[in-house]
């Protein structure tokens, strides 16, 4: 068990590796943050200058020694294809994780955010355990409640945000 959630390094699964985001994954993140079809449940996409102030913020937040927020794309193991972006926010006050993900359209439907999310709910339930892992889905957005019910987080009314049931939660590794 640990204190404060560290940076993250790399998270091998069986076809996909999770990987801090860094300075050429700029390509990827523009695709999914400025594009207003793949946000539609999230949040308005980004214009360019928006786009490059907020890359230039997760690129650095991710390589702090304390996380409080960090970005992790998710590659293909076999073809080392950017399939999409696994973000996180740790509350440290409160020992609360919450995660999110995007995926490109085409790598959508292959169970691949399933498996990034598996290996990263897996990961953090075994490295900080005290914390709460939670997710915010919009209800209307049946694939990401479908999947986050799959990986064992169940929405909480009062809360109104989905809560991972550790007695539940996904194997990896």
């Known amino acids: 068990m640990q204190d404060q959630v560290k940076r993250f390094n790399e998270l091998v699964g069986q076809r996909l590796t999770l990987k801090p985001i860094t300075d050429s994954d700029y390509a990827l993140y523009a695709s999914l943050y400025g594009d207003d079809n793949i946000l ?9 200058d928006s786009l490059h102030k907020s890359f230039t913020s997760a690129v650095k937040l991710s390589q702090q020694d304390t996380c409080k927020r960090s970005f992790l794309v998710a590659v293909l193991n076999e073809t080392d294809e950017q399939t999409g972006i696994l973000g996180l926010t740790v509350n440290q006050s409160i020992k609360q994780i919450e995660v999110g ?37 919009n209800p209307q957005n049946r694939a990401a409640v479908w999947l986050a019910n799959r990986l064992g987080f169940r929405y909480n009314n009062v809360s109104a945000l989905f809560e991972l049931e550790k007695q539940h939660k996904p194997l990896w590794g």
């Open 101 to 137: 993900i995007i995926f490109l359209p085409e790598f959508q439907r292959q169970n691949l955010a399933y498996e990034a999310l598996q290996i990263l709910v897996t990961f953090l339930c075994n490295q900080y355990v005290e914390y709460k892992i939670i997710a915010e889905v």
């Open 40 to 48: 539609r449940y999230i949040s308005p996409a980004l214009d360019s």
